[in-house]
């Protein structure tokens, strides 16, 4: 019962409504909704990667139980590294 709603509640449209007339009276703080808008969404991008694309997080466990050892040696997986040439590293771990 906490998500189910009887009646239309309109709470919402009332609130986008005092915000967009506070925006209005005070277009300064039109940055900080975008700023705070780009930042929250940033932040969900860099989360959906790591859940993405790290070898660390495994989805299927049925069929590939630990992914990181099927990488090869040269597959970059951070988002940032410094002077690291990923294509000239060579194997040096054994084979499981």
Not at 46 to 51: C, D, K
Not at 67 to 78: C, D, G, I, R
Request: with cysteine; aromatic share 14%.
């Amino acid at each position: 019962r906490l998500f189910c709603r009887e009646k239309a509640d309109f709470s919402d449209v009332k609130m986008l409504l005092t915000i967009h007339k506070q925006l209005r009276n005070h277009p300064a703080l039109i940055p900080l909704f975008f700023f705070i808008g780009g930042g929250a969404a940033m932040s969900l991008m860099y989360l959906a990667r790591l859940g993405l694309r790290n070898p660390d997080v495994s989805w299927d466990r049925k069929n590939n139980p630990e992914p990181w050892n099927k990488l090869s040696p040269n597959y970059q997986y951070k988002f940032f590294t410094v002077n690291m040439d990923y294509s000239k590293l060579k194997k040096d771990r054994p084979d499981f």
